[in-house]
Every structure is written in structure tokens, then in C-alpha cells.
């Protein structure tokens, strides 16, 4: 029963773009901040990506790893699980490092110059290369990564949070207005009064409570 109702609600949630199948907020406006966002994640109590199995979810749930890549990388994971936990090891260091970037961002302080250098000693870490490829708009300029090992799945999320600094996104950044929530978001409403990471959860939320309020009154 109380497994239905969990399946019913995280139905709701992926259909109003709030969370993908496998529990993790999608709600940030981009891989950065989903990543950002990525310790938590429905249906669980703890830390969204706790094993290298949970990286390999979260990858694969945002459309950035295919799935006989993520079985050569199970693989990969049998015969050499310190390599891949350390991946998972420095992910999350990162991500706690960017967390702590978006609340200060988020007040209006620029990003630290530490920041930077620990993005740009990561990207000068990837050996990669450039190559154009059919997209849904004619031809795109993609980087690839030269690297086949469980490193690679930092690539697109560090540079996308690369991107990320470089763009007018990090002025756009909020954090969720609800006191009981922490996830952030990129805000891209055309009137700029985004408030809440989403309608369907803290939005809505507040509204019960301000008109619970008003018959109290
Ligand atoms: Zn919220």
C-alpha cells in the first residue's frame, strides 16, 4: 500500500518535471544545479549519490551515459572498486564545494577565486577534443573526452558547471524560499518572481499554509 502511494507520487512529480524516474530533482534548469541538487532525491532518506552505482543512475537518468557504457563501467567497477569509489569520492566533494558557491552566489557574492582554480585544475585534467555531430538543429560542436575509465563521468559535469560560471546563470541563481528546502534553481521566469524549486511540492505548500493562515485569522 504505502509503496503504491510512493509510486503514485513520484509518478506526479516526473510528469510535472520536478524529479526523473529514478528520484533525482530536475527542476534546476540545467546539469550543473540538477547536480548541484543530486543529494537528494525521493524516495530516500540519505545522500542521493551514495555508491557508484547511484552515479551510474543519475548519469544514465539525465541522458548522459548510454547503457552499454554503464555496463562496461559495471564491469569496470568489479574489478577495480577503489578507482570508481574515488570518482564518487570526488564528485561529492565537489558538489558540496559548489553548494557552498550557490548560497554565496545566491546572497549576491561573487564566486571565490578558489573556485575557479579548482574548476580549472579539474578541466586541465581531462584530456579531450572537439568534434562536430549531427544534432537536432543541423550540426553541433561537442567536446569529447579522451577516457574511457569511470573519470569521464566528471567531464560533463564539470564542464558544465564551467559553463555555468561563465554564463548569466549565476546572477539567475535562487535558492528555494521554503525554510525546510535547500535546492536551487536557475531562474528563468519570464517575470523573474520564481520562488519555489517547484509548484507541485514547496510551491503549493505554501500556498495550503497561507491560506490555512487566513482562516485562522
Ligand atoms: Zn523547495
Given at each position: 500500500m504505502l509503496r503504491g502511494i510512493f509510486v503514485a507520487r513520484i509518478d506526479a512529480l516526473v510528469k510535472s518535471g520536478v524529479v526523473n524516474k529514478e528520484g533525482?530533482?530536475?527542476?534546476?534548469?540545467?546539469l550543473a544545479i540538477d547536480f548541484a541538487n543530486s543529494y537528494k532525491r525521493i524516495?530516500?532518506?540519505?545522500?542521493?549519490?551514495?555508491?557508484f552505482e547511484d552515479l551510474l543512475i543519475f548519469m544514465k537518468s539525465h541522458h548522459l551515459l548510454h547503457e552499454d557504457e554503464a555496463s562496461d563501467l559495471h564491469m569496470f567497477h568489479f574489478q577495480n572498486p577503489g578507482r570508481c569509489q574515488k570518482v564518487v569520492d570526488g564528485l561529492v566533494e565537489l558538489r558540496n564545494g559548489f553548494r557552498n558557491v550557490l548560497t554565496e552566489v545566491e546572497q549576491g557574492w561573487p564566486v571565490s577565486l578558489d573556485f575557479f582554480e579548482e574548476i580549472n585544475k579539474r578541466l586541465a585534467s581531462f584530456k579531450s577534443y572537439h568534434k562536430l555531430e549531427p544534432s537536432e538543429e543541423g550540426m553541433a560542436l561537442k567536446s569529447i573526452i579522451d577516457e574511457n575509465g569511470?573519470?569521464?563521468?566528471m567531464f560533463p559535469i564539470v564542464r558544465d558547471i564551467a559553463d555555468y560560471l561563465a554564463s548569466d546563470h549565476v546572477e539567475k541563481t535562487r535558492g528555494c524560499a521554503s525554510d525546510d528546502c535547500d535546492l536551487y534553481f536557475v531562474n528563468q521566469s519570464r517575470n523573474g518572481r520564481r520562488r519555489w524549486c517547484s509548484m507541485s511540492t514547496c510551491g503549493n505548500r505554501a500556498k495550503v499554509n497561507a491560506y490555512l493562515k487566513r482562516q485562522e485569522a
Open positions: 533525482f530533482y530536475t527542476l534546476g534548469g540545467r524516495g530516500r532518506e540519505k545522500e542521493g549519490i551514495s555508491s569511470p573519470e569521464k563521468l
